[in-house]
């Protein structure tokens, strides 16, 4: 068994480890390095995989999967073929359950614990939450179901006084308030030490303090919201302390009640420069350990030309709301809250309350902007049918990361958004290619059309092949023609585009690129018609995507040439760069000019 | 200014009018007679539209419509044509936010609040939500958001101790143990006084409790979680007492912070029946006023079908686990219950957390199943792609209300589910049309296949047209020939079959049910392709549905006939019989009949 000064030994080298992995491969940085210790503990106190740790997000779970047999492949992490940047049953037995999105360990953990309890299994599920993800409802939802489980259960509140942006909300404030009073063990044992040496009444008073019945004892000794809702309290306590860490564990062991240990943590421990600026290190590409580099948000990409935009529109226009949750430097929305504070919303990661308000401000005579990444967007389906759709309220989702993300993988892939919205009633959805369309299309949501409007955007930077869409009009769609007259047509849309146009030009064929995903006009159809056979390249999620729905529509018109689709048929799209996914798929130029060499 | 005296008089007024409305034209009654009082006191406080109530749920409406110029129509109510059984901005503009769906009140209001605050509108926004939608995480979400809010925003918790099932959760208990004890500002008053009155050292511990820095003070003047929050708490507050409830409501208008106002109601109030039983009152068709006789949940229909369906497997086996979101009568589940309390889980309205928390059952080793009408099941699109999917876990999701729904209109369509299902990977669907069916498919998905299974049945009772399908076996799908081999076909599934068989026989056409709706295997689309002519014939939304799946892999093969769909092409359906519907959108038999005559 390690001594106290081995285990921040072991802390300190898997630190250094950290540090020099995602200098070079990139990920999430600042929250790895706060849970060090943390991690340690967990597997000195508990044995996985029969006891289950379910890591909230899981950006967070580096220095796990280097104590679970992983640390000689840790360098090959978030690269192709390597380890993922995430917990993943299918890479380790000790990897419990899949994470990328928030807000969701709470619930799984329950889960987890109650199938044990049914079969008679005493292993423990921990559930690792950071205050960030506590921002989500369904982390609520979990809290309120999991004060009453009856299997061994304990969930430990990862607070780091911050989320991905700033952490907001009142819940934020009031975990600041218990975080920064004095320990509350120490507390409560120092309130009744204080009435029993009070002359007098003071014993009297700690005796009815003490009684089931007293008011006052409820609202001292029960005197956290956790509490309330029927866990067993710890905390706070010191993250970076192991001893600790490793005595509060034990002791939720123990309790037979569901327990919530409440530790607090510094983003960024240990890396003088992330934790200085813990964002900044969030989720970085490579860098240099010495200089500290990592990509500044601010730099060119859809994102900041989307943020840019948007101030240029708010200028004129008072009206204009910016939202985000918890993605203010991820979406661009920084130069938006800088410039205009007053309507700026940064709403936690609460995606649900983001369009449903956004509508409320939109019903209000507003002209609300929510700008969230595709995969996250995913959260709202029922909210943009319901609060928006059926309000008629006219907001505009400006979907970021929309299409293949890359590094991030399965969890994280914009593949579903298009078709997703194409369900929802008077739904209009615009797709730029280029910084320029984009800023065509954000001004059309905003003045050309009614009800709910979205544009989608990939992630990173314009693609420098496409310079020449500069020289041409903005439209909502845009022939260019081939070699022949009524040959093969390529239907497309978005950043996919430019692997499209130059496998068209090798095989002679038209390409209708479309910015105006939907609704479409009737002259599409007609157009598309007018060629002996179609071809369809959809960087999305085929069921339900635009090719589908056009393809269906052709052949009702009784068209009789031939139709191919290239779309994405299974969502599960493994990390690896953007290029070499598209390779994989054959959307890759060489992949579609083969796949327009079919008849 | 009406007296109070007048003003319980109109209260009593009403609730016979709602009691006579109700038992005639089917409705929400429980909820209703619970918020007559509250109604009267908002509408003599505050002014709407310039004040904005936003009811959540909306179904506890039918008072507010009666006193906002609709009185004379209420007769009307959930009729084809008649006023709407819920809250509808196009209906009134008293109607300030559409409703239908839980716990999206507080995000609304605080929208339009915002607005109101951005425009120098000083009029006052209030969201009265019931503590059954506090236990969806949307709530929460917006809590944590209102809780800084700078607008004008008032925020009623009607607490009547039951959401649709009884409330579940440590919320549940939370606010129970708050509603039942002495009133809070009598609690406060009290520790004061007593202090004072203790000798020696009382006053000097009032003194200490009422210093700013005092931890005793935040523990006791702050002890409830909505304070923690931020708001202004004012409660618990008797909710039939018009007198009290107005005298909150103008305090509430004084104070320049949110404010949270907590009453405590009666479900039923007034109608002795409805005291006794809320829940059998809660939605009801139209029943007897003095014999009592609402429809009684476990009669005849797919709902209780599948509840028998589900005890019958679980006798045999002890992993089957069932879920419900606040909806136990609903979906049929409490004869689940019932056998096996300690495998049956009632989450509140919490849909995702109860997706999430199934699949943490099912990585655990059991077999969850979470009934769930299909237009709530929107509320899970990303936890279902990303907590089930992803983590290849195996569960059964039971989708009642599949299809229309009749009476309660556009908010409640259970239309977009299998789209939605469709295009996450690896999902399993099945659409039986029969109580057989249902029995076969259940069994099905729950030793059939693997990964994420789903069932979908409609609202009600089995067609008796369909009887002769019991005498047919259980297939994945069914050709019934029509008179010419190569003819005409239909392709359709679910309960539409009724309408569909009749009309093809009409005209000599086959018709091929499908009861698994994905994957299909090649065969499917071999079998259509044999015919000059497939018609789609979908109860569902058109994007993303089986026949636009379909219809793309018959265009793609090189099918050379006629193809023709109807589905449903808009998704905003409004309130009016399941039978009128059909008719408006040509899916009843003479509807279809007309279809299939199109060459």
């Given at each position: 068994?390690?001594?106290?000064?081995?285990?921040?030994?072991?802390?300190?080298?898997?630190?250094?480890?950290?540090?020099?992995?995602?200098?070079?491969?990139?990920?999430?940085?600042?929250?790895?390095?706060?849970?060090?210790?943390?991690?340690?503990?967990?597997?000195?106190?508990?044995?996985?995989?029969?006891?289950?740790?379910?890591?909230?997000?899981?950006?967070?779970?580096?220095?796990?999967?280097?104590?679970?047999?992983?640390?000689?492949?840790?360098?090959?992490?978030?690269?192709?073929?390597?380890?993922?940047?995430?917990?993943?049953?299918?890479?380790?037995?000790?990897?419990?359950?899949?994470?990328?999105?928030?807000?969701?360990?709470?619930?799984?953990?329950?889960?987890?614990?109650?199938?044990?309890?049914?079969?008679?299994?005493?292993?423990?599920?921990?559930?690792?939450?950071?205050?960030?993800?506590?921002?989500?409802?369904?982390?609520?939802?979990?809290?309120?179901?999991?004060?009453?489980?009856?299997?061994?259960?304990?969930?430990?509140?990862?607070?780091?006084?911050?989320?991905?942006?700033?952490?907001?909300?009142?819940?934020?404030?009031?975990?600041?308030?218990?975080?920064?009073?004095?320990?509350?063990?120490?507390?409560?044992?120092?309130?009744?030490?204080?009435?029993?040496?009070?002359?007098?009444?003071?014993?009297?008073?700690?005796?009815?303090?003490?009684?089931?019945?007293?008011?006052?004892?409820?609202?001292?000794?029960?005197?956290?919201?956790?509490?309330?809702?029927?866990?067993?309290?710890?905390?706070?306590?010191?993250?970076?302390?192991?001893?600790?860490?490793?005595?509060?564990?034990?002791?939720?062991?123990?309790?037979?009640?569901?327990?919530?240990?409440?530790?607090?943590?510094?983003?960024?421990?240990?890396?003088?420069?992330?934790?200085?600026?813990?964002?900044?290190?969030?989720?970085?590409?490579?860098?240099?350990?010495?200089?500290?580099?990592?990509?500044?948000?601010?730099?060119?990409?859809f994102?900041?030309?989307f943020?840019?935009?948007?101030?240029?529109?708010?200028?004129?226009?008072?009206?204009?709301?910016?939202?985000?949750?918890?993605?203010?430097?991820?979406?661009?929305?920084?130069?938006?809250?800088?410039?205009?504070?007053?309507?700026?919303?940064?709403?936690?990661?609460?995606?649900?309350?983001?369009v449903?308000?956004?509508?409320?401000?939109?019903?209000?005579?507003?002209?609300?902007v929510f700008a969230v990444y595709s995969t996250?967007l995913q959260?709202c389906y029922?909210?943009i049918i319901?609060?928006v759709a059926?309000?008629?309220a006219h907001l505009v989702l400006a979907i970021d990361r929309a299409g293949?993300?890359?590094?991030?993988?399965?969890?994280?892939?914009g593949i579903y958004d298009v078709s997703m919205l194409q369900s929802v009633p008077t739904m209009t959805l615009y797709s730029p290619a280029?910084?320029?369309e984009l800023?065509h299309c954000l001004n059309a949501c905003l003045?050309g059309e009614e009800g709910p409007c979205a544009l989608r955007y990939p992630?990173?930077?314009?693609?420098?092949?496409?310079?020449?869409?500069?020289?041409?009009?903005c439209e909502d769609h845009?022939?260019?023609?081939?070699?022949?007259?009524?040959?093969?047509?390529?239907l497309t849309y978005g950043r996919i585009f430019?692997?499209?146009?130059?496998?068209?030009?090798?095989?002679?064929?038209?390409?209708?690129k479309l910015t105006k995903l939907f609704p479409l006009g009737?002259?599409v159809?007609?157009?598309?018609?007018?060629?002996?056979?179609?071809?369809f390249?959809e960087e999305g999620i085929?069921s339900g995507g635009v090719s589908e729905r056009l393809?269906?529509?052709?052949?009702?018109?009784?068209?009789?040439?031939?139709?191919?689709?290239?779309a994405?048929?299974?969502?599960?799209?493994?990390?690896?760069?953007?290029?070499?996914?598209?390779?994989?798929?054959?959307?890759?130029?060489?992949?579609?000019?083969?796949?327009?060499?079919?008849?």
């Open positions: 068994m390690l001594s106290t000064a081995e285990l921040n030994a072991l802390a300190e080298e898997i630190r250094e480890r950290l540090i020099e992995v995602v200098s070079q491969n990139g990920g999430h940085l600042a929250s790895n390095l706060g849970v060090v210790e943390l991690t340690i503990a967990l597997h000195r106190i508990f044995t996985t995989p029969k006891d289950a740790i379910v890591w909230d997000v899981g950006h967070q779970s580096y220095t796990h999967k280097m104590l679970t047999g992983r640390r000689d492949r840790i360098d090959t992490i978030r690269t192709e073929g390597g380890l993922s940047g995430f917990p993943k049953p299918y890479e380790s037995e000790h990897d419990a359950f899949v994470a990328g999105h928030a807000s969701t360990s709470i619930s799984a953990a329950m889960g987890l614990a109650e199938a044990k309890r049914q079969r008679g299994d005493d292993g423990y599920v921990i559930a690792v939450i950071g205050d960030g993800a506590f921002t989500g409802g369904m982390a609520y939802e979990g809290l309120n179901n999991a004060g009453k489980a009856r299997g061994n259960l304990i969930i430990i509140l990862n607070d780091n006084d911050m989320s991905i942006s700033k952490s907001v909300g009142s819940v934020a404030n009031y975990l600041s308030e218990i975080r920064t009073k004095p320990a509350y063990f120490r507390f409560k044992d120092s309130v009744s030490h204080l009435l029993e040496r009070t002359p007098m009444v003071g014993r009297q008073i700690k005796d009815a303090l003490v009684s089931s019945k007293s008011k006052l004892k409820t609202a001292i000794y029960h005197n956290t919201f956790f509490e309330d809702l029927g866990f067993d309290y710890l905390g706070p306590i010191d993250g970076h302390d192991i001893d600790m860490l490793c005595g509060a564990l034990m002791r939720a062991k123990r309790i037979s009640r569901p327990v919530l240990i409440h530790i607090a943590t510094q983003k960024g421990k240990g890396y003088q420069k992330a934790e200085e600026n813990p964002g900044a290190y969030h989720g970085v590409s490579s860098f240099d350990i010495e200089k500290g580099n990592p990509d500044i948000s601010n730099e060119d990409s994102s900041t030309a943020g840019r935009a948007l101030v240029g529109q708010a200028i004129k226009d008072p009206s204009i709301c910016g939202i985000t949750a918890a993605m203010k430097y991820g979406t661009g929305l920084q130069f938006f809250k800088h410039k205009y504070p007053n309507r700026f919303y940064d709403v936690g990661i609460a995606e649900e309350h983001a449903t308000f956004a509508s409320g401000l939109a019903t209000g005579g507003l002209r609300p996250f959260r029922d909210q319901h609060d059926l309000q008629h293949l993300v890359g590094q991030d993988g399965e969890t994280h892939q280029t910084y320029r800023r003045y992630r990173g930077k314009e693609d420098g092949r496409l310079a020449f869409l500069d020289d041409l009009p845009h022939l260019f023609p081939g070699k022949k007259k009524g040959g093969k047509v390529v430019a692997e499209v146009y130059p496998a068209a030009q090798k095989v002679g064929a038209s390409v209708l009737e002259d159809c007609e157009l598309l018609c007018s060629y002996k056979a179609v071809y390249v085929r393809a269906s529509q052709l052949a009702e018109s009784g068209y009789r040439g031939r139709i191919h689709i290239r994405i048929e299974d969502g599960v799209i493994p990390q690896a760069s953007v290029e070499s996914t598209l390779a994989h798929l054959g959307m890759d130029e060489a992949g579609i000019a083969r796949f327009l060499e079919q008849e």
